[in-house]
């Protein structure tokens, strides 16, 4: 059977703990079958090209400053049919002065 579900074995002890971990999984199920069928892809390929986008921190004299890697048209596409933003291009700047 293909699925984007891997099975692993659970260590929560508390039904609370247990209740909580299952409720996250299926939102994160949700959010990927909601991803897959707004997009007409599947989970794989659209984790694939997310995959591929980076956050770089660059570090000088005058000092540092984190920046994304450019967004790619599939990229974009992607953030377009999912109606989601995409991430700034300049993310943190702290001067050292």
């Known amino acids: 059977m293909k699925s ?3 099975l692993r074995p659970v260590y929560h002890r ?17 959010l990927v079958r909601v991803a897959e069928t707004t997009t007409g892809r599947t989970w794989p390929k659209i ?3 997310l995959d591929r986008l980076h ?9 540092t400053f984190q920046q994304t890697t ?6 974009r596409d992607l953030f377009t049919a999912l ?15």
């Open 70 to 75: 450019e967004l790619t048209k599939p990229q």
């Open 55 to 63: 956050a770089i921190t660059f570090t000088g004299p005058a000092g």
């Open 14 to 30: 508390l039904e609370e703990r247990i209740r909580a971990h299952v409720l996250l999984c299926r939102l994160a199920l949700l």
């Open 47 to 49: 984790r694939a090209e």
């Open 83 to 97: 109606k989601l933003n995409p991430p700034k291009t300049i993310i943190e700047l702290t001067t050292s002065l």
């Open 4 to 6: 984007v579900l891997d």
